[in-house]
Structure formats: C-alpha cells, structure tokens
C-alpha cells in the first residue's frame, strides 16, 4: 500500500471522529486529494509498461 493511499485512511479516519461540519470535511478533501495523488503516480507508469509491450 502507498504512502498517499495510507495518508487518506488516516483522513478518512479523521474526518468519522470530527464533530464539526468544516473540520469532517477538510478531511474529506484532503482524502481525496491523498487518493487523487496515489492512482496519478501509478498512471504514467501503467501506460509506459502498456507502450513497450
């Protein structure tokens, strides 16, 4: 499991035990942007292994 995908568990953990509205979701956000940077960085490396093939 990567870096950024453990980092927006963690968020997402954060975010169920926040008691206020800006707070659960700041952590949501941050979730998907740790989500969004984990898939981008395996992306390039799926189409450069599908191009020398």
């Keep these: 499991m990567s870096y950024f995908v453990r980092r927006a568990e963690q968020q997402l953990e954060l975010a169920q035990q926040a008691n206020h509205e800006q707070v659960v ?18 992306a390039p490396s799926v189409e450069i292994a599908a191009a020398a093939a």
């Design 25 to 42: 979701h700041a952590h949501y956000e941050l979730a998907n942007l740790y989500l969004d940077k984990a898939y981008s960085d395996s």
